[in-house]
């Protein structure tokens, strides 16, 4: 299957990485870390009453983004974005078959910490690299817009490039 264009392209990169993480396989982020130096992610420690992004279970994540967007901090597609960064919709079967996630796997997914700084940082850098930046279609606009919302929630936070 291939994806072109939009958003679904980024959406495509993040699934086939969190798939590769269900599976026990390299993920695209390291393969990414291991084939070329990229910039990496500067964090200061958070407020203690600030969220922590750099460990956010996609739990707590869903809960927080809801709060952003009640406040008009983000939009319903950065709304979509966050509360399903994190979570791979399922796995690669034995003979390259969609598999969803049984319950159990979701609950594990739902409660494993996510980076998503980084995960935002990794979607913008994937767009750049493809050339598409500036094409209002790409999900760029929507994942700058993430990161700015994610730094003025915490205010000691900050994502280097």
């Excluded at 600030?50 to 319903?76: H, R, V, W, Y």
């Excluded at 049984?102 to 990794?122: G, I, L, M, R």
Aim: no cysteine; hydrophobic share 35%; glycine share 8%.
């Amino acid at each position: 299957m291939r994806i072109q264009g939009g958003n679904d392209s980024i959406f495509a990169l993040l699934a086939a990485r969190q798939s590769s993480a269900a599976t026990g396989g390299k993920s695209t982020e390291q393969t990414a870390a291991a084939s070329s130096a990229t910039s990496e992610i500067d964090v200061a420690a958070p407020e203690e009453d600030s969220p922590d992004f750099t460990q956010m279970t996609p739990k707590e994540m869903k809960d927080f983004a809801k709060q952003l967007f009640d406040k008009g901090e983000i939009d319903l597609t950065q709304l979509f974005m966050l509360q399903t960064a994190g979570m791979p919709l399922g796995k690669v079967g034995a003979n390259g078959e969609f598999v969803p996630l049984s319950n159990d796997e979701t609950n594990a997914f739902q409660n494993k910490p996510v980076n998503y700084f980084s995960t935002a940082q990794e979607a913008m850098k994937f767009i750049e690299q493809s050339g598409k930046a500036s094409d209002p279609t790409s999900g760029y606009a929507n994942w700058k817009g993430i990161v700015d919302a994610l730094k003025r929630a915490t205010s000691g936070v900050d994502v280097v490039g």
